[in-house]
């Protein structure tokens, strides 16, 4: 239940990050409230997590998931660039992630 928490808490990380563009610096009024609701729920997800999964561990799963799905969908909904390289890094940090739980106890 803690990984499915983490999980959770990241999955969160990357809409209220997506939430912080959309907002316009802070400008516009229901992205920020978004990101005000969202933001503190992904905290306490990830809090909860921490309770059996090592800190370490956990926050860098939890960061982990938020850059790979935020930089995925930087490029599809923002056109922002993309090439192997970039590409390379994502798999580079997948591949920690999976490290990460796999070789957790």
Same mark, same amino acid.
Not at 74 to 79: I, Q, S
């Given at each position: 239940m803690n990984w499915l928490y983490l999980l959770i808490a990241g999955i969160i990380e990357i809409i209220w990050t997506l939430g912080i563009r =959309? +907002?316009? $610096?802070?400008?516009? *009024?229901?992205?920020?409230i978004g990101v005000m609701l #969202? #933001?503190? %729920? +992904?905290? =306490?997800l990830l809090a909860l997590a921490m309770r059996f999964i090592p800190l370490g561990t956990c926050y860098a799963v939890w960061t982990g998931i938020g850059s790979v799905g935020t930089a995925i969908l $930087?490029? %599809?909904?923002?056109?922002e660039p993309s090439n192997l390289a970039?590409? *390379?890094c994502i798999s580079l940090i997948i591949i920690g992630i999976i490290g990460l739980k796999l070789f957790t106890h």
């Open positions: =959309y +907002s316009d $610096g802070f400008t516009r *009024l229901w992205p920020t #969202t #933001t503190p %729920v +992904s905290l =306490y $930087g490029v %599809v909904l923002f056109n970039h590409i *390379l």
